[in-house]
Nanobody
Framework: HVQLVESGGGSVQAGGSLRLSCAAS????????MGWFRQAPGKEREGVAV???????VYANSVKGRFTISKDNAKNTLYLRMNSLKPVDTGMYFC?????????????????????WGQGTQVTVS
């Protein structure tokens, strides 16, 4: 059973940076997708950035050039480096995983494609 634990959220001013971490355990499959999703109050959860087991990445258009997703396989930890943060980036950020490659970029950014979820970490940009 896959477990995901996020950390690193906080409050920053616009233009600032944060790095989120997601510690993963319980993986049994070599192929996977892992990603970051966010949900603002009153809005649907949306995909932010995803990385696959072969290192392919995909980003939401709204964060391209500002956010970077990476994974340290030795530590089983997923990261999201967020630069040039904007107030619209405010929300609860979730780490998610699925033990397969879900396929297209669109599917990789779709929350319903994922099986396992962390509890979330709050990011507030003012």
């Amino acid at each position: 059973h896959v477990q995901l634990v996020e950390s690193g959220g906080g409050s920053v001013q616009a233009g600032g940076s944060l790095r989120l971490s997601c510690a993963a355990s319980g993986y049994t499959d070599r192929r996977y997708c892992m990603g970051w999703f966010r949900q603002a109050p009153g809005k649907e959860r949306e995909g932010v950035a995803v990385i696959t087991s072969d290192g392919s990445t995909v980003y939401a258009n709204s964060v391209k050039g500002r956010f970077t997703i990476s994974k340290d396989n030795a530590k089983n930890t997923l990261y999201l480096r967020m630069n040039s943060l904007k107030p619209v980036d405010t929300g609860m950020y979730f780490c998610a995983a699925v033990e397969k490659d879900v396929g297209t970029k669109l599917l990789r950014l779709r929350p319903s494609s994922y099986t396992f979820w962390g509890q979330g970490t709050q990011v507030t940009v003012s």
